[in-house]
């Protein structure tokens, strides 16, 4: 039996499972899904809201902001203009509120928020 025939695809055989290892050792950047993406058009911390595409979302100085570097951002530094993603929780009284937003690439726009996955 010539082993160099079998040697190659053995090799692969065992490179499989330690790549989907190593995918799993680093952090996600963001969720599988985010129901809402779009751009903000207003930040208010004092009355706890932010508005995104028209949409009105409560949100608190608690509330994470993951970079496109994955480094943890205060909520102080959103800015109006920046293509964000969410996804939001309704409170008891109906409204809104948003407890952890990720910033988008600006090429990943699709005009609008709502139901969308992330473009990979």
Same mark, same amino acid.
């Given at each position: ?5 079998? !040697? ?5 055989? !065992? ?15 963001? &969720? ?10 207003? =930040?208010? !911390?004092?009355?706890?809201?932010? =508005? ?7 949100i608190s100085r ?12 205060? =909520? ?21 509120? =948003?407890?952890?937003?990720?910033? !988008? ?11 969308? &996955?992330?473009?990979?």
């Open positions: 039996m010539n082993m160099q025939k079998y !040697l190659p695809a053995v090799a692969l055989s !065992l490179l499989i499972p330690i790549s989907g290892l190593a995918r799993d050792a680093f952090p996600r950047i963001t &969720p599988d899904r985010l129901e809402i993406q779009g751009t903000v058009n207003a =930040v208010n !911390l004092q009355d706890g809201f932010i =508005v995104v595409d028209d949409w009105t979302y409560g608690n509330t994470r902001i993951h970079s496109r570097q994955a480094k943890a951002m205060s =909520v102080d530094k959103l800015k109006v203009g920046t293509y964000i993603g969410f996804n939001p929780e309704r409170g008891d009284s109906g409204r809104r509120y =948003v407890h952890e937003i990720w910033i !988008l690439p600006p090429d990943s726009s699709r005009g609008g928020s709502g139901p969308q &996955p992330i473009p990979r």
